[in-house]
């Protein structure tokens, strides 16, 4: 069993900055990859980023040049650097981590005011 905590959400206007991080219960290298999806009211939840245990990473096209993900080994945590930020960024944010299994944090929230 596997726990994933993020933290770093809250309130922003349009145009901050935010920084998730994920800290998992366990080393992150055995892990396939590890991402962060987002789920805004009403709708699905979509990848937001990801980054495969080789180091590559890809992202959602409307977050490119805006958000960053970031694996931190020796601490077993992944960050997302989220740069001006737009009020379609508002959601819920999962840390996500599949090992075989696949393996979810509780979510936190973002709200970007415009």
């Known amino acids: 069993q596997v726990q994933l905590v993020e933290s770093g959400g809250g309130w922003v206007q349009a145009g901050g900055s935010l920084r998730l991080s994920c800290a998992a219960s366990?080393?992150?290298?055995?892990?396939?990859?590890m991402g962060w999806y987002r789920q805004a009211p009403g709708k699905q939840r979509e990848l937001v980023a990801s980054?495969?245990?080789?180091?590559?990473?890809s992202y959602l096209d409307s977050v490119k040049g805006r958000f960053t993900i970031s694996a931190a080994n020796a601490k077993n945590t992944i960050d997302l650097q989220m740069n001006n930020l737009k009020p379609e960024d508002t959601g819920v944010y999962y840390c996500?981590?599949?090992?075989?299994?696949?393996?979810w944090g509780q979510g936190t929230q973002v709200t970007v005011s415009s």
């Open positions: 366990r080393s992150i290298l055995g892990f396939v990859s």
């Open positions: 980054i495969l245990s080789g180091g590559r990473t």
């Open positions: 996500n981590a599949e090992y075989g299994v696949s393996y």
